[in-house]
C-alpha cells in the first residue's frame, strides 16, 4: 500500500475501533492490534508498539472527564499503579526473549476473556463496610456521586488486589491492551470498590501502566511513528466521540457485534499461531 | 462501628479528602486534556509533513525493523528538522509523557501536602517509569 491510503486507513479503522471501544467499555486496544496485524499485515511486534500509544492516548482523553467529576479514586490508582507499572516493564522484558507465537497466543486467551465478559457483566455485589487496616493505613475510603447523592464506599483486600494489578501490568505490556477487565476485575471483585469506582479508576491507571511499557518499546524501535501515529490519533477521536454519544444510545445489540467482532479476531489470530504464519 | 478515634468518623470519606476532591482533581483533568490535545496537534501536523514529504512510496511492515526513532531526547532533537516520521514521533512521545507529567504533577500535589506515605509510594511509581523511558535500553 502507498503511503496516502495507508495512513488514511489507519486513523480510519482505528476511529472505528476507538468508537466502538468507548461504547462497549472494552477499550479500543484489544481489536487494534488484530487490525494492523490481520488487515494491515504489520508485524505484531510493531503492532502491539502501535496499541500501546492508542491505548495511552484513549486512558488520558477519558481520564481527564472521570478524574473531573469525582468518579476516580486516586489514591486507589496511584498505589495500585505501583503494581501494574512493575508487571509492565517485567512484561516489556519478557516479551523481548518469548516468540511472536506465544504471544499471539496469550493475546487469543485475552480476547475471549473480553468477549465473554462484554456479553455477560458482572453481577453488583452489595457493598462490604467492614473496615480494614489495610485501607486505613493509605487512606483509601472514599465517596462518589450517584443520583442519591455523594455515597461513602470502604476498600478491602489491598494485597490481594495488587498482585492481580501486577499481572494486568504484565498482560497490558505483553499484548500492547490495556488490560481494563483484569484490573475492573481486581478492583470491583476483590476489593469490593463501586462498579462506576472500579472502571473510572482502571482508565486513570492504564495510560501510566502503558506508558512504562511502551517507554521500553519505543527504546527497542518497536514504536513506528507512521504506523503509532495514525493509530494514535485515530483510536483517541474515536474514543471521544463514542464517549459522547453513549449516554443517548443503547449498547446491548453494539456489544454483541463487538463481541462477534473480538471471537472473530482471535479465532483468525489462532489460526495463523497453529499453521505458524505470523 | 466506628470509633471515635477514627479521623472522619461515621463517612470514612472524609480522612484528608477535603482538600483532595475537586482542587486537585481539576488540576490533573486540566493536565491530561493539555498534554492529549498538544500530542493530538503534533500528530496531526507530522503526519500532514509526512503525506506532503512522499504520499505514494510504498509502506510495508511486515517485517520488524527496528524505528530509527528510538529515544526520547533523540526524537526531540529529531523533530527540530521539521521532518514528518520525527514529528510524528514527537506525537507519540508527547503522549507517553502525558501520564508521566500527570505522576509527576500528584506527587507535587502529595509533596505539598506533606503527605509522606503518598510521596514515597509516587516516587516508586515515577522511579519505574523514569526507568522504562531512559534506563532501559540496554536490557536490549
Known amino acids: 500500500m502507498t503511503a496516502l491510503p495507508f495512513i488514511l486507513l489507519l486513523v480510519a479503522a482505528s476511529l472505528g475501533a476507538g468508537f466502538l471501544g468507548a ?62 507499572v512493575t508487571g509492565a516493564i517485567v512484561g516489556a522484558i519478557v516479551a523481548a526473549m518469548v516468540s511472536k507465537n506465544a504471544i499471539a497466543s496469550i493475546f487469543v486467551v ?16 452489595p457493598p462490604d463496610t467492614e473496615p480494614d487496616a ?125 463481541a462477534g467482532v473480538v471471537v472473530f479476531a482471535g479465532i483468525e489470530l489462532l489460526r495463523r499461531v497453529l499453521s505458524n504464519s505470523l | 462501628m466506628n470509633n471515635s478515634a477514627r479521623e ?4 470514612p470519606t472524609d480522612a484528608g479528602a477535603p482538600v483532595h476532591k475537586g482542587d486537585l482533581e481539576s488540576k490533573l483533568a486540566t493536565l491530561l486534556t493539555a498534554g492529549t490535545a498538544l500530542s493530538a496537534v503534533v500528530l496531526c501536523i507530522g503526519g500532514a509533513v509526512f503525506l506532503w514529504e512522499d504520499s505514494a512510496s510504498k509502506l510495508n511492515f511486515s517485517a520488524f525493523e527496528p524505528s530509527a526513532h528510538g529515544s526520547v531526547f533523540s526524537v526531540f532533537r529529531e523533530a527540530v528538522q521539521l521532518k514528518g516520521s520525527a514529528l510524528m514521533q514527537l506525537g507519540v512521545v508527547l503522549l507517553i509523557l502525558t501520564p508521566v507529567a500527570r505522576v509527576f504533577f500528584t506527587l507535587v500535589a502529595f509533596l505539598a501536602r506533606w503527605d509522606w506515605l503518598y510521596v514515597i509510594v509516587t516516587v516508586i511509581v515515577l522511579g519505574v517509569l523514569i526507568y522504562g523511558l531512559l534506563g532501559s535500553a540496554q536490557l536490549h
Open chain 2, 8 to 11: 472522619g468518623g461515621e463517612k
Open chain 1, 23 to 84: 461504547l462497549t467499555g472494552l477499550g479500543g486496544g484489544v481489536v487494534i492490534v488484530p487490525i494492523l496485524v490481520l488487515l494491515f499485515g504489520v508485524d505484531l511486534r510493531f503492532a502491539v508498539g502501535a496499541s500501546l500509544v492508542a491505548v495511552i492516548a484513549t486512558s488520558s482523553g477519558a481520564a481527564a472527564a472521570y478524574v473531573r467529576e469525582g468518579y476516580t479514586n486516586i489514591r486507589v490508582g496511584i498505589l495500585l499503579e505501583v503494581a501494574t
Open chain 1, 134 to 258: 489495610i485501607s486505613r493505613k493509605f487512606r483509601l475510603d472514599s465517596s462518589y456521586p450517584t443520583k442519591e447523592g455523594m455515597v461513602a464506599y470502604r476498600v478491602h483486600h489491598v494485597p490481594a488486589g495488587g498482585v492481580i494489578m501486577f499481572f494486568a501490568g504484565l498482560l497490558s505490556a505483553l499484548v500492547g491492551i490495556g488490560s481494563g477487565i483484569v484490573k475492573v476485575f481486581a478492583m470491583d471483585r476483590m476489593m469490593r470498590l463501586p462498579f462506576k469506582v472500579s472502571t473510572t479508576t482502571s482508565n486513570f491507571m492504564i495510560g501510566v501502566t502503558a506508558a512504562a511499557s511502551a517507554g521500553v518499546y519505543l527504546q527497542r524501535g518497536q514504536i513506528q511513528p507512521a504506523i503509532a501515529a495514525p493509530v494514535a490519533l485515530g483510536a483517541l477521536i474515536g474514543s471521544l466521540a463514542g464517549a459522547r454519544v453513549l449516554p443517548h444510545i443503547q449498547t446491548k445489540a453494539l456489544r454483541y457485534v463487538f
Open chain 1, 110 to 125: 485475552a480476547l475471549f476473556w473480553s468477549a465473554y465478559s462484554t456479553l455477560r457483566p458482572p453481577k453488583p455485589l
